[in-house]
């Protein structure tokens, strides 16, 4: 039989809590038309066309826009496909209640 200490599950739990979430970030960039990235964020995420517009104007205006938040490992398949279509993202550790 084996023993098993709370504490140590508690510190696992803890730990996974502080994992998630992540962040995928489209940046604004020169190339790509307002129209073409509206597109891709329906296309790939299924959002609206209102909200995909309104994420394209933030990139646009602000320079950079979320786009989704969750575990680290879909966030990095969401950029790998922001990449495939021409868009430039990164995943980013989602800012905490103390940021």
Not at 47 to 66: K, N, P, Y
Request: aromatic letters at 10%.
């Amino acid at each position: 039989m084996t023993l098993t200490s709370p504490d140590v599950e508690e510190r696992t739990d803890l730990a996974a809590r502080f994992d998630v979430p992540w962040v995928t970030v489209v940046w604004d960039d020169p190339v790509n038309l307002m129209s073409y990235v509206t597109y891709v964020f329906q296309s790939y995420f299924g959002f609206s066309h209102a909200r995909a517009e309104r994420l394209m104007r933030q990139v646009h205006d602000d320079g950079r826009a979320i786009v989704a938040t969750g575990a680290r490992e879909a966030m990095e398949r969401h950029v790998e496909a922001m990449h495939g279509y021409g868009l430039q993202a990164t995943v980013d550790r989602a800012a905490g209640p103390d940021a």
